[in-house]
T-cell receptor, first 115, second 110 residues
């Protein structure tokens, strides 16, 4: 199992450009999450999807949109990137999996810089 | 509202010294707490959860509801313990969301 995968690993954008961060999991998990990680602020939840076909806002949703394409994939879109969105983005999934009750599994992250 | 506080941004200790990373929480419901670890340039991974009452890599954490704390402890630090540690609280009922503290960077000196 690859677990949670994210593409791209690195990205540089200019202000106003758009892009989509991709996330996929092969653990048959129902719930998926997008976080951003900023120095001194820890991880903050942007959006989540409790199950296929549903999405909801987290703590910091402004400037982002998401799509739960199917059970495996959960993408994050920046329609018009701003320097304040420079961050490391992590995708995570959660599901009942043996002893891993309520554990969220994280992807490797996407390091995004907006100039 | 729920909140997780990690008061130390950086904790520097020498190899073999005891370690305690502090975590305090605020939550109106019954708390479920976790410690996640992020080694340099790696993804976050679960270190331990309070309901399991387990010891992982020599680390333990006890939930103290009276003091609303979930401090992470290890009696003898190793250099390979150097990493960023995040305390997290589960909330949101069936949506199972996590709120994270701001993290503590543990640096173990040789």
């Amino acid at each position: 199992n690859a677990g949670v995968t994210q593409t791209p690993k690195f990205q540089v954008l200019k202000t106003g450009q758009s892009m989509t961060l991709q996330c996929a999991q092969d653990m048959n998990h129902n719930s998926m999450y997008w976080y951003r990680q900023d120095p001194g602020m820890g991880l903050r939840l942007i959006y989540y999807s409790a199950s296929e076909g549903t999405t909801d806002k987290g703590e910091v949703p402004n400037g982002y949109n998401v799509s739960r394409l199917n059970k495996r994939e959960f993408s994050l879109r920046l329609e018009s990137a701003a320097p304040s969105q420079t961050s490391v983005y992590f995708c995570a999934s959660r599901g009942y999996s043996g002893s891993h009750y309520n554990e969220q599994f994280f992807g490797p992250g996407t390091r995004l810089t907006v100039l | 509202a729920q909140r997780v506080t990690q008061p130390e941004k950086l904790l520097s200790v020498f190899k073999g010294a005891p370690v305690e990373l502090k975590c305090n929480y605020s939550y109106s419901g019954s708390p479920e707490l976790f410690w996640y670890v992020q080694y340099s340039r790696q993804r976050l991974q679960l270190l331990l959860r309070h309901i399991s009452r387990e010891s992982i890599k020599g680390f333990t954490a006890d939930l103290n509801k009276g003091e609303t704390s979930f401090h992470l402890k290890k009696p003898f630090a190793q250099e390979e313990d150097s990493a960023m540690y995040y305390c997290a609280l589960l909330y949101g009922g069936a949506t199972n969301k996590l709120i994270f503290g701001t993290g503590t960077l543990l640096a173990v000196q040789p």
